[in-house]
């Protein structure tokens, strides 16, 4: 299934975060940074990323329905997406 970049905005937006909060754990490890405060940002990252997935997952869902709906093909089917999502939990 293409993505539309409009359409992922919001998941694009929290990858980009993401993207910053990992280099700033990485950063952290290499200067020595207290252990608890590694893992506080390590786990706003492995949040950010779940959502991200979520989001993405949600919008394909949405967008499979619809084009059902309409009476067309989506290119997935409601078992691919279902595969998808529980890939994600």
């Known amino acids: 299934m293409q993505m539309d970049s409009q359409v992922m905005k919001d998941p694009l937006t929290r990858l980009k975060r993401a993207h910053g909060q990992l280099a700033g754990v990485i950063a952290m490890i290499e200067a020595g940074d207290e252990c608890e405060r590694v893992l506080t940002q390590l786990a706003a990252v492995s949040s950010a990323l779940d959502r991200a997935g979520f989001k993405i997952i949600s919008t394909g869902m949405r967008h499979c329905q619809a084009m059902r ?21």
């Not at 309409?70 to 089917?77: C, K, M, N, Y």
């Open 69 to 89: 709906d309409r009476g067309e093909e989506p290119p997935l089917t409601e078992e691919q997406l279902e595969k998808l999502f529980l890939a994600l939990a």
